[in-house]
């Protein structure tokens, strides 16, 4: 199905599916609210912010604006009401990981290259907290290292991993290190927070449980193989993917095994949801498999490598291929097609779909995109 955009353009109605699945599987924080979006309904495009500096890293989101990291090594604040610009942040060197907001500031990690004529060891990490106001520097810590992969955050802390491998929780008011976790393989730069918990891995393979106030091992799992999709929770369960094809579900509060299948190529993301735990994997397959013992499904192919992780919603879940022109939605029961959105040749990217109150964000190699269910005409009509 095909709607009348806001710019004169058509897009199919599936775009909306890209910003609200990702909500549905990856709540990242807690102003990042689920929209009200209907997806039966048509989608317009709102606004497009042009740029040819776009990265694959996440923007963040709070309710009222998006801040987007550029590839020249600024941060921009952008309006979600009507996209635009709110401030410009010089980072200085370039954005080393995706932003996290909340309610308060912008946290940001950077990165710069050590001069050549030092002949000492430098420092090339920097991690800061902006105001959500006016982009200002509120606090900034030097690191030995830039962060890398993902910033997570709870109601005190930041949570990072820097490219030697280090794991550190920071304080949000003021950016001191509450404590940094020393592995003998490095770990990962993917994590993520459940409850008291968080999950992180390894070089070496070892799923791992660590306390978030403490940073204390609370379960290590060894699956032996190097793991390339970030640990994913859902009830008493946790689940990741290896290098080596398998998919593995572990008890989230033992780190007991439960069962482990074997997909057809490395593991590129796994999404956990109650009736299928979602794998894509290297050989361009999304794979649905069985919650209670790995079972699969389904399987899907799909035209070309799927780097963002699938978004799920209401029984349908889309993916973006980084090769061809359309992004693909399918069933989550039987994973038929039963949508589709083009988005241009090659022009999706490996940042996450967003979707913040009623506005869908979709990150391409143009820019960023923002669209809504409510039609050009409507919205004037609404206007003061």
């Known amino acids: 199905m095909e709607v009348k955009t806001g710019f004169g353009g ?33 989608v317009y495009a709102k606004w497009s912010y042009k740029t040819d500096a776009v ?57 710069s290259l050590p001069s050549p004529k030092s002949e000492y060891p430098q420092a090339t990490g920097v991690l800061r907290a902006l105001s959500r106001q006016s982009g200002l520097t509120s606090w900034m810590r030097t690191l030995p290292f830039p962060v890398r992969g993902d910033i997570n955050l709870n109601d005190g802390s930041l949570f990072v991993t820097t ?15 509450k404590w940094i976790k020393y592995n003998s393989s490095p770990f990962s730069f993917l994590h993520s927070l459940r409850g008291e918990v968080l999950y ?4 070496s393979g070892d799923i791992i449980a660590l306390a978030q106030d403490s940073g204390e091992t609370l379960w290590r799992y060894r699956t032996r193989k190097a793991l390339r999709a970030p640990v994913a929770a859902y009830g008493n369960v946790v689940y990741s993917g290896a290098a080596d094809g398998y998919v593995f579900a572990l008890d989230r509060l033992t780190g007991r095994y439960k069962w482990r299948v074997r997909t057809g190529a490395a593991v590129q993301t796994v999404l956990a949801a109650e009736k299928c735990i979602l794998a894509t994997s290297l050989d361009n397959f999304i794979y649905c498999l069985s919650p209670q013992n790995g079972v699969k499904v389904w ?86």
Not at 10 to 39: E, K, M, W
Not at 168 to 176: I, P
Not at 333 to 356: F, Q, W
Request: net charge negative.
């Open 200 to 203: 992180t891995s390894d070089t």
């Open 163 to 177: 490219s030697e491998g280090r794991l550190y929780a920071f304080s949000k008011e003021s950016g001191e290190i």
């Open 55 to 111: 990265t694959n890293l996440t923007p963040a989101t709070d309710a009222e604006k998006v801040y987007m990291p550029l590839g020249d090594g600024s941060l921009v604040s952008i309006r979600l009401a009507d996209g635009g610009l709110s401030w410009r942040s010089e980072i200085g060197g370039a954005i080393s990981a995706s932003p996290v907001a909340d309610s308060k500031s912008v946290y940001v990690a950077s990165e």
């Open 10 to 42: 058509r897009v199919r109605s599936c775009v909306a599916l890209l910003a609200i699945f990702h909500l549905a599987a990856y709540p990242p924080n807690p102003l990042r609210a689920q929209g009200l979006t209907d997806l039966s309904r048509p």
């Open 299 to 384: 399987k899907r192919q799909m035209p070309g490598r799927v780097a963002a992780p699938p978004l799920l919603i209401n029984g349908s879940v889309l993916l973006a291929p980084l090769v061809g022109e359309d992004c693909v939605v399918l069933n989550l029961e039987d994973g038929k097609k039963i949508n589709s959105i083009y988005v241009g040749e090659d022009k999706n990217t490996e940042a996450a779909p967003l979707n913040v109150a009623d506005t869908l964000l979709l990150t391409t190699r143009e820019g960023l995109s923002a669209f809504s269910n409510q039609s050009p005409k409507s919205r004037a009509a609404d206007a003061p």
